[in-house]
T-cell receptor
Framework: GAGVSQTPSNKVTEKGKYVELRCDPISGHTALYWYRQSLGQGPEFLIYFQGTGAADDSGLPNDRFFAVRPEGSVSTLKIQRTERGDSAVYLC?????????????FGPGTRLTVL | LAKTTQPISMDSYEGQEVNITCSHNNIATNDYITWYQQFPSQGPRFIIQGYKTKVTNEVASLFIPADRKSSTLSLPRVSLSDTAVYYCLVGDAGYSTLTFGKGTMLLVSP
């Protein structure tokens, strides 16, 4: 079956612009996660959805970052007034349920570059 | 959440067995140990998970001593394609998110 997909694969934007990153999880997975990875670092947690609701958004760095999952499947990560420090690879993952025991399946990521 | 410590990098040659050890001195009773692998320009991929003693799958083995304060990921007969970053993570069912460190960069040479 299809894995987790993310679009676009690359996004270049200018400082101050608004961007949206999309994640299509594996069908039937109720849990969806967003992570951010900078060069040479491990992925850093941003937000976790269980179904349609954000169960844990403690990793969002500030109020410029927002994510939605309106129908419990596709999710969109939205970044307002982008800054150069937002440049990173944004990873999405999904799992059958939201438990550490369950394997998380990661997408290939979206590489965001803010000029 | 138990802190994990693992080597920054390791080098090996094709055909050798590679063992990557992770320290997690503050592991809790209900914590499991999970390893992920990440290739360049890809998202992490689950390798193996265990609670105690030994777990083996088609990719790797995971050795966990009785005190569970460390664990060792064993990759038999590595190939060039095993060059990747390997992450050790610890958590229990109450944790939904994964907390990654910097991982271990394994470089396999011909």
């Amino acid at each position: 079956g299809a894995g987790v997909s993310q679009t676009p694969s690359n996004k270049v934007t200018e400082k101050g612009k608004y961007v949206e990153l999309r994640c299509d999880p594996i069908s039937g997975h109720t849990a969806l996660y967003w992570y951010r990875q900078s060069l040479g670092q491990g992925p850093e947690f941003l937000i976790y959805f269980q179904g349609t609701g954000a169960a844990d958004d403690s990793g969002l760095p500030n109020d410029r970052f927002f994510a939605v999952r309106p129908e419990g499947s596709v999710s969109t990560l939205k970044i307002q007034r982008t800054e150069r420090g937002d440049s990173a690879v944004y990873l999405c993952a999904s799992s059958l349920t939201g438990s550490f025991y369950n394997e998380q399946f990661f997408g290939p990521g979206t590489r965001l570059t803010v000029l | 959440l138990a802190k994990t410590t693992q080597p920054i990098s390791m080098d090996s040659y094709e055909g050798q067995e590679v063992n990557i050890t992770c320290s997690h001195n503050n592991i809790a009773t209900n914590d499991y140990i999970t390893w992920y692998q990440q290739f360049p320009s890809q998202g992490p991929r689950f390798i193996i998970q265990g609670y105690k003693t030994k777990v083996t799958n088609e990719v790797a083995s995971l050795f966990i001593p009785a005190d569970r304060k460390s664990s060792t990921l064993s990759l038999p007969r590595v190939s060039l394609s095993d060059t990747a970053v390997y992450y050790c993570l610890v958590g229990d069912a109450g944790y939904s998110t994964l907390t990654f460190g910097k991982g271990t960069m394994l470089l396999v040479s011909p």
